[in-house]
């Protein structure tokens, strides 16, 4: 478990995670409104190598951010808070993403497509509120 004071401090694990995650990886944030899942999500695209801007994809489902000159293609973030099925995320593609060995995913709201993942291996992250910040703790 590690303390996360502020969402700097956020953006900086998530680019020391970066260097850990490999190609195929699955990586779910667990944790309630608002506890950084975004915000990691950025620190770790920047520690990818990605420089454009990354934006919640709460209303989009499915971000698709290119890596270049990496052995890793795409980062690809999903987030479910507004899925109303699953269909919907098969709809856009995600299988040809969730798994595959040029990708990492990142999924905020893993818990909403618990169907989509029981057959693959990921790795899991929860960050709670806490009186210091956040607490962030790999599963
Ligand atoms: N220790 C911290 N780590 C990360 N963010 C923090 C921290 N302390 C405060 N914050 C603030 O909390 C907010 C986290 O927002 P963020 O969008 O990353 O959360 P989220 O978990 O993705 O939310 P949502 O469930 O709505 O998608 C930011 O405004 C950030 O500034
Ligand atoms: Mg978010």
Not at 75 to 104: C, F, N, Q, S, W
Not at 115 to 131: F, G
Request: charged share 30%; proline share 4%; hydrophobic share 35%.
């Amino acid at each position: 478990m590690e303390q996360i004071k502020n969402e700097k401090q956020m953006i900086a694990y998530g680019k020391k995670l970066a260097r850990e995650l490999k190609p195929g990886n699955i990586l779910c944030l667990s944790g309630e409104l608002g506890t950084g899942k975004t915000t990691l999500t950025k620190g770790i695209a920047h520690g990818l190598g990605i420089k454009s801007e990354v934006l919640s994809p709460t209303f989009t489902l499915m971000n698709v951010l290119p890596i270049k000159d990496k052995k890793i293609k795409n980062l690809v973030h999903i987030d479910t808070y507004r899925l109303k099925d699953e269909e919907e995320l098969l709809d856009i593609g995600v299988l040809d993403y969730l798994g595959a060995p040029d990708t990492i995913c990142i999924i905020e709201w893993p818990e909403k497509i618990k169907n989509l993942l029981k057959d693959k291996r990921v790795k899991k992250i929860k960050i709670k509120h806490s009186d210091a910040g956040r607490d962030i703790k790999i599963i």
